[in-house]
């Protein structure tokens, strides 16, 4: 049985909200730790020179289409930040548990509620303060907190380590040591849990050994081949 | 009502393998015609600027785990090519309507079977041969034609007009004008050629109009903000 789940997000991302409504219940269910990691999306796609979704106009417009179907097909409030993209990082800093502490969980809803549910600016630190003290925070100490150079650094590390641990992506869910990509995968992380992960590891081991036979990037849709 | 199905792939992508295992029969029950359109995915990529999932070592090591997971829930035959990537352009020109012509959904099954579910390499024109000729198919004619300037052109310039048309991604599936990318969004193809499309368009209009906020290449994790 998994005994730990780890959880790396950051507020950019819409599909991060999804799974966050999700998350913390499937944890609870079964009583396993869950851990709360803000990361810095930016970051992990700099690291990895891959643009984000939002940085392709027709996969932008497809993604806010999707999440659109996803929230009323699944009964969940959606507005949108309404400033997209916004500088997530006080929004990030405020949800360290170096910050945050004991108020971790309550942090990373009230903001996700407000920014995604709600469409507040996050990018705002008035109005990230209006959300925490709407959900009875004291968000003068917590931003205070959050704009230490403590901080800075422990989100500078986070999404370094999450980047070591081969975050390419948010919402990321690590059961143990097997990371999940996305808000559409959480079927397999309850099996995971449950100790019925499907994979055969074996068969995965094999295939990625496989040889590469070709570069695409000299492969060209009127070329030889 | 949807009036029209196309849809897009390249056999790069198993994702394409697990779309295409349901896209004729969700067609099929409801009388809509289905095109089928093989494109270069590295075409796309190129256009986009994007790199493919299996060009970032963590996500590709997702990708084959997040594949080998739903084919063994799903009951699907899966042992991916034992060649990864390989030069897939002579199996999308077989594939092409110009040049399989009334055989077109057979070619692609043959391929994509022989292929992701059997694991030949589909790189190599001997191994597709015979995978065609498994399937009672003339592979010496189909390969003649896929070889002829025609086909090379008819594959370039399919790929033009997808990259036109906003495919960022395989599989692509569109309802009428309405973009779907992905294999495990057909529940919404299904509503969508149902009338039962459940997105509000004005909602993402409004969405999509709102201001930027920020330049992700300026936000750093241990940086001001």
């Not at 008035?126 to 100490?141: F, M, V």
């Not at 500078?156 to 975050?167: H, I, Y």
Request: net charge neutral; with cysteine.
């Amino acid at each position: 049985m998994a005994s730990r789940v780890d959880f790396y997000f950051d507020y950019i991302s819409g599909y991060a909200y999804f799974a966050w409504l999700r998350i913390q219940e499937i944890c609870d269910r079964r009583g396993v730790a869950l851990d709360i990691h803000p990361v810095l999306f930016a970051g992990l796609l700099e690291r990895w020179g891959q643009l984000g979704p939002a940085e392709i106009p027709p996969k932008r417009e497809w993604a806010y289409k999707d999440a659109f179907r996803h929230a009323r097909l699944h009964g969940i409030e959606l507005s949108c930040p309404k400033v997209h993209p916004f500088n997530p990082l006080l929004a990030l800093r405020l949800s360290l548990p170096e910050v945050a502490g004991a108020a971790q969980r309550r942090v990373v809803s009230a903001i996700f509620r407000a920014g995604w549910g709600q469409g507040i600016d996050l990018g705002s630190p008035e109005e990230l303060a209006g959300a925490l003290d709407r959900e009875g925070l004291d968000s003068a100490a917590l931003i205070q907190q959050a704009s230490a150079p403590a901080a800075k650094e422990a989100l500078r590390q986070g999404t370094e380590r999450a980047v070591g641990r081969g975050v390419f992506g948010v919402p990321t869910t690590f059961v143990d040591d097997e990371l999940f990509w996305g808000s559409d995968r959480m079927e397999y992380i309850e099996l995971a849990l449950d100790g019925r992960d499907p994979l055969d590891h074996a068969r995965v081991r094999e295939a990625l050994a496989r040889p590469r036979g070709a570069d695409r990037r000299k492969v060209r849709p009127g070329g030889d081949g």
